[in-house]
């Protein structure tokens, strides 16, 4: 009930002994305003107005939050900022509704490769033919490759890229991925694991096209093969890589029979799945991380702050995150060779 500026009158006519009617139309107003202060002056003795508790609600409406709401169901990915500048109130006031009343929490987009149907079922045979293999051969004896190209600009920060979804959504196939996108403007940079260490960075300049010569010589018999040689000391090994082109050709294929017997071929290792590989899916991200928000002023610095952070890298965390393959191989198959990160 609104507050009513009669509420003194109505209170010392009532105390005369006047009745409800006869009050109303003394002072020409509606008699269920004068029943309402009757009743307050019954139960508390006056007519004195109760302060509410708390501070009016006055932005926070029913109509606000089913325009919030309606917003959200159209574009999960909307801004808050955004959403607040267009009604005209304060992002704060949006914050709560969305969290308090709407019981909405902010997820990071997840990050996976698109994967077509004949991606998953290709993904789900060799996972089951991987678990099979690795019941054989240890998968701590895999050497796991992989080439990328780092900036000497400074990363993006992906913090705000999120989407507003339920606790019962978070992590259901409605939270989106942000699928990664390579733009090369520096140097590209090869490099394997194992459980028990680490090749060398390989640095290859912008203007050299990895070919299978350049993949032969520099990155397999250069480098790979001398510290195969030392690492594992004639004991067993497996090599892991990719089939881009120059991986896969027959002239490589050649190399890779002659020094690297063993090695995961395309039988057995999925194509689109940097998710099952330890360089894709952990290593590379550690270093972005070591190096982020810095801005290189050549090249020459920028490598020399990915060999320090390669260099920090201990054998405790390689060990922990070659043992997850196994895990990410069996989560592969239960989803059916489909992204399976929010099964882990």
């Not at 159209?74 to 949006?94: C, E, H, P």
């Not at 004949?118 to 240890?138: D, P």
């Not at 942000?178 to 960075?201: D, E, Y």
């Not at 067993?236 to 082109?245: C, G, M």
Request: positive net charge.
């Amino acid at each position: 009930m609104k507050s009513s500026p009669h509420r003194p009158s109505i209170e010392l006519l009532f105390k005369r002994g006047l009745g409800s009617a006869e009050i109303a139309r003394r002072l020409q107003i509606s008699s269920s305003t004068v029943r309402n202060v009757v009743a307050a002056i019954k139960k508390r003795g006056d007519a004195s107005e109760v302060k509410k508790s708390g501070r009016p609600r006055s932005v926070n409406t029913r109509n606000t939050r089913a325009i919030i709401k309606k917003r959200i169901i159209r574009n999960d990915g909307l801004s808050l900022n955004r959403m607040a500048s267009q009604l005209g109130i304060a992002r704060s006031t949006v914050q709560s509704i969305v969290k308090n009343d709407l019981k909405l929490k902010s997820y990071k987009l997840r990050r996976g490769q698109y994967l077509s149907d004949k991606s998953k079922a290709m993904r789900l045979e060799k996972c089951r033919k991987l678990l099979q293999h690795f019941q054989v051969r240890r998968v701590s004896d895999v050497i796991w490759t992989d080439e990328k190209i780092f900036t000497i600009e400074p990363l993006p920060n992906r913090q705000n890229q999120r989407q507003l979804l339920s606790k019962d959504h978070s992590m259901s196939p409605k939270r989106r991925l942000a699928h990664n996108r390579l733009f090369p403007k520096s140097v590209m940079v090869w490099a394997g694991i194992t459980a028990t260490g680490k090749t060398p960075l390989v640095f290859i300049e912008r203007n050299v096209k990895i070919n299978s010569e350049v993949y032969q010589k520099i990155v397999l018999m250069d480098n790979l093969l001398p510290w195969v040689t030392q690492h594992f000391a004639g004991g067993p090994f497996i090599l892991q890589q990719d089939w881009a082109p120059s991986h896969g050709s027959r002239s490589t294929l050649a190399v890779l029979e002659a020094h690297f017997p063993g090695f995961l071929d395309k039988n057995l290792w999925p194509a689109s799945s940097p998710d099952l590989n330890p360089m894709d899916f952990s290593v590379w991200g550690m270093l972005e991380g070591k190096i982020a928000g810095k801005v290189f002023a050549t090249v020459d610095d920028l490598k020399a702050a990915l060999e320090v952070a390669w260099a920090s890298i201990d054998d405790g965390y390689l060990r922990r995150t070659v043992n997850s393959v196994k895990k990410r191989l069996r989560a592969c198959v239960k989803a059916r060779g489909s992204n399976f990160e929010i099964l882990l």
